[in-house]
Protein backbone atom coordinates (compact mmCIF):
# COMPACT_ATOMS: atom_id res chain seq x y z
CA UNK A 1 0.00 0.00 0.00
CA UNK A 2 1.55 3.46 -0.98
CA UNK A 3 2.44 5.84 1.76
CA UNK A 4 0.44 8.72 0.41
CA UNK A 5 -2.81 7.04 -0.78
CA UNK A 6 -5.71 4.31 0.53
CA UNK A 7 -7.20 3.45 -2.80
CA UNK A 8 -6.08 -0.33 -3.28
CA UNK A 9 -5.99 -1.04 -7.07
CA UNK A 10 -9.41 -1.76 -8.50
CA UNK A 11 -11.07 -0.26 -5.40
CA UNK A 12 -12.14 -4.44 -5.40
CA UNK A 13 -12.28 -6.02 -1.66
CA UNK A 14 -9.88 -8.93 -0.94
CA UNK A 15 -11.41 -12.28 -1.45
CA UNK A 16 -13.79 -14.03 1.41
CA UNK A 17 -11.21 -16.36 2.99
CA UNK A 18 -11.53 -20.07 2.39
CA UNK A 19 -11.06 -20.68 6.42
CA UNK A 20 -13.03 -18.82 9.43
CA UNK A 21 -10.61 -15.57 10.71
CA UNK A 22 -9.99 -15.63 14.18
CA UNK A 23 -11.82 -12.94 15.99
CA UNK A 24 -10.82 -9.30 15.08
CA UNK A 25 -9.59 -7.31 17.85
CA UNK A 26 -11.76 -4.61 19.73
CA UNK A 27 -11.14 -1.36 18.51
CA UNK A 28 -10.04 1.60 20.27
CA UNK A 29 -10.80 5.28 20.04
CA UNK A 30 -8.06 5.78 17.72
CA UNK A 31 -9.50 2.77 15.21
CA UNK A 32 -12.73 4.15 15.01
CA UNK A 33 -11.60 7.77 14.26
CA UNK A 34 -9.97 6.43 11.15
CA UNK A 35 -12.96 4.13 9.84
CA UNK A 36 -14.47 7.47 10.17
CA UNK A 37 -12.22 9.01 8.30
CA UNK A 38 -11.64 6.29 5.93
CA UNK A 39 -15.17 5.67 5.52
CA UNK A 40 -15.72 9.45 4.71
CA UNK A 41 -12.38 9.75 1.95
CA UNK A 42 -11.10 6.55 1.01
CA UNK A 43 -8.72 8.43 -0.96
CA UNK A 44 -7.52 9.86 2.87
CA UNK A 45 -3.29 9.85 2.67
CA UNK A 46 -1.77 8.17 5.80
CA UNK A 47 -0.33 11.54 6.73
CA UNK A 48 -3.13 13.18 7.02
CA UNK A 49 -4.93 10.31 8.77
CA UNK A 50 -2.10 10.27 11.54
CA UNK A 51 -2.30 13.94 11.62
CA UNK A 52 -6.01 14.12 12.24
CA UNK A 53 -5.71 11.04 14.97
CA UNK A 54 -2.82 12.88 16.69
CA UNK A 55 -0.50 9.17 15.98
CA UNK A 56 3.10 8.92 13.97
CA UNK A 57 2.39 8.25 10.48
CA UNK A 58 3.94 4.46 11.39
CA UNK A 59 1.43 4.32 13.71
CA UNK A 60 -1.80 5.52 11.39
CA UNK A 61 0.17 2.99 8.61
CA UNK A 62 0.21 -0.14 11.00
CA UNK A 63 -3.18 0.27 12.49
CA UNK A 64 -5.29 0.73 8.72
CA UNK A 65 -3.19 -2.41 8.00
CA UNK A 66 -4.46 -4.54 10.86
CA UNK A 67 -7.70 -3.27 10.28
CA UNK A 68 -7.44 -4.34 7.12
CA UNK A 69 -5.95 -8.00 8.37
CA UNK A 70 -8.30 -8.30 10.61
CA UNK A 71 -11.26 -7.97 7.86
CA UNK A 72 -12.61 -4.56 9.44
CA UNK A 73 -12.12 -2.65 6.27
CA UNK A 74 -13.11 -4.49 3.19
CA UNK A 75 -11.80 -2.76 0.29
CA UNK A 76 -11.72 0.80 -0.52
CA UNK A 77 -14.30 2.16 -2.92
CA UNK A 78 -15.87 5.23 -4.67
CA UNK A 79 -19.47 6.26 -4.31
CA UNK A 80 -21.38 6.58 -7.40
CA UNK A 81 -24.42 8.90 -8.25
CA UNK A 82 -25.87 6.17 -10.74
CA UNK A 83 -28.31 8.97 -12.29
CA UNK A 84 -24.92 10.49 -13.38
CA UNK A 85 -23.51 7.43 -14.58
CA UNK A 86 -26.42 6.65 -16.45
CA UNK A 87 -28.30 4.25 -14.45
CA UNK A 88 -31.22 5.76 -13.92
CA UNK A 89 -33.69 3.06 -12.78
CA UNK A 90 -32.98 1.86 -9.63
CA UNK A 91 -35.13 -1.16 -7.43
CA UNK A 92 -35.02 -3.37 -4.75
CA UNK A 93 -35.93 -6.34 -5.80
CA UNK A 94 -37.20 -9.16 -3.29
CA UNK A 95 -37.18 -12.80 -3.77
CA UNK A 96 -38.49 -15.87 -2.47
CA UNK A 97 -36.19 -18.88 -3.14
CA UNK A 98 -36.10 -22.78 -2.43
CA UNK A 99 -35.55 -23.41 1.13
CA UNK A 100 -31.47 -23.97 1.26
CA UNK A 101 -30.84 -22.67 -2.04
CA UNK A 102 -29.55 -19.48 -1.14
CA UNK A 103 -26.10 -19.86 -2.16
CA UNK A 104 -27.00 -20.83 -5.53
CA UNK A 105 -29.03 -17.63 -5.78
CA UNK A 106 -26.32 -15.89 -3.84
CA UNK A 107 -23.62 -16.98 -7.12
CA UNK A 108 -25.95 -16.07 -10.02
CA UNK A 109 -27.02 -13.19 -8.66
CA UNK A 110 -23.21 -12.03 -8.25
CA UNK A 111 -23.45 -12.47 -12.13
CA UNK A 112 -25.93 -10.03 -12.90
CA UNK A 113 -25.46 -6.43 -14.64
CA UNK A 114 -26.41 -3.48 -12.10
CA UNK A 115 -26.46 -5.64 -9.27
CA UNK A 116 -25.08 -3.83 -6.02
CA UNK A 117 -26.42 -5.67 -3.20
CA UNK A 118 -27.55 -8.37 -1.89
CA UNK A 119 -28.75 -9.67 1.36
CA UNK A 120 -30.29 -12.75 3.04
CA UNK A 121 -33.24 -11.38 5.25
CA UNK A 122 -35.77 -13.03 7.04
CA UNK A 123 -39.61 -11.88 7.05
CA UNK A 124 -41.87 -12.36 4.46
CA UNK A 125 -39.34 -12.75 1.17
CA UNK A 126 -36.01 -14.60 1.36
CA UNK A 127 -33.52 -12.32 -0.39
CA UNK A 128 -33.35 -8.56 -1.02
CA UNK A 129 -31.30 -7.29 -4.48
CA UNK A 130 -30.04 -3.93 -5.18
CA UNK A 131 -29.81 -3.09 -8.72
CA UNK A 132 -29.14 0.00 -10.90
CA UNK A 133 -29.96 -0.42 -14.91
CA UNK A 134 -29.97 2.34 -17.79
CA UNK A 135 -34.29 2.54 -17.74
CA UNK A 136 -37.07 0.75 -16.93
CA UNK A 137 -36.71 -1.35 -19.82
CA UNK A 138 -33.29 -2.62 -18.62
CA UNK A 139 -34.53 -3.31 -15.77
CA UNK A 140 -38.20 -5.21 -16.76
CA UNK A 141 -35.20 -7.90 -18.91
CA UNK A 142 -33.20 -7.80 -16.41
CA UNK A 143 -36.07 -9.38 -13.59
CA UNK A 144 -38.56 -10.99 -16.42
CA UNK A 145 -35.50 -12.89 -18.10
CA UNK A 146 -32.87 -13.05 -16.08
CA UNK A 147 -33.76 -13.22 -12.31
CA UNK A 148 -37.32 -15.34 -12.85
CA UNK A 149 -35.57 -17.15 -15.10
CA UNK A 150 -33.65 -18.81 -12.26
CA UNK A 151 -34.66 -22.50 -11.17
CA UNK A 152 -34.77 -21.58 -7.56
CA UNK A 153 -36.71 -18.43 -7.46
CA UNK A 154 -39.74 -18.68 -6.44
CA UNK A 155 -41.57 -15.46 -6.91
CA UNK A 156 -40.35 -11.71 -6.90
CA UNK A 157 -41.36 -8.37 -6.16
CA UNK A 158 -39.85 -5.18 -7.91
CA UNK A 159 -39.89 -1.84 -5.85
CA UNK A 160 -38.78 1.37 -7.64
CA UNK A 161 -36.59 3.33 -5.74
CA UNK A 162 -38.12 7.16 -6.51
CA UNK A 163 -34.95 8.67 -4.70
CA UNK A 164 -31.78 7.91 -2.78
CA UNK A 165 -29.99 9.49 0.38
CA UNK A 166 -26.73 7.61 1.31
CA UNK A 167 -26.22 7.74 4.73
CA UNK A 168 -22.48 7.82 5.80
CA UNK A 169 -20.65 7.79 8.76
CA UNK A 170 -20.90 11.78 9.56
CA UNK A 171 -24.62 12.75 9.24
CA UNK A 172 -24.39 16.45 10.40
Do not use: C
Not at 14 to 26: D, G, H, I, L
Not at 55 to 75: F, M, P, T
Not at 146 to 164: D, G, M
Request: charged share 25%.
Amino acid sequence: MPDEQMANAGGQPPTAPTAPSPAARPLDTIDRSILRMLQNDGRASIRSVAERVHVSRANAYARINRLIDDGVIRGFSALVDQERAGQGASAYITLKIVQNSWRTVRKQLTTLPGATHIALVSGDFDVLLLVHTKDNRELRELVLTRIQSIPEVLSTRTLLVFEETDLGPERE
